[in-house]
């Protein structure tokens, strides 16, 4: 594995939209504040599959990051902050976690 592949990082959210016209404005602004921090999104999607337990409805995405300090960059930017006020108005945000590539063996 590369160097460059191991410090990727892979940014999960779930999250539950409570308000569709103040999610739509969040969306507006989210993409070119995300493609400035070198991030790609990576998937979305409505309806998973649970395979075990229970998950509230909503939306689950994944993004990828370059490294952890790409995303934290972009996590605590001004651009993003004030989109996430427009997110916290309008969803519930059940889970955010990060998840590193494994290890090198």
Do not use: C
Request: net charge negative.
């Amino acid at each position: 594995m590369t160097e460059a592949a191991a410090t990727r990082v892979h940014f999960i959210a779930h999250f539950t939209v409570n308000d569709a016209d103040g999610y739509r404005q969040y969306e507006k602004g989210f993409f070119p504040v995300l493609k400035a921090s070198g991030a790609r999104f990576l998937t979305y999607d409505d309806n998973v599959r649970v395979l075990e337990g229970e998950r509230p409805e909503g939306r689950t995405v994944i993004i990828e990051f370059p490294s952890e300090a790409a995303l934290d960059e972009w996590w605590d930017s001004p651009e993003y902050r004030e989109l996430a006020a427009l997110r916290h108005a309008a969803t519930t945000t059940h889970s955010i976690s990060v998840v590193h590539a494994p290890p090198a063996r």
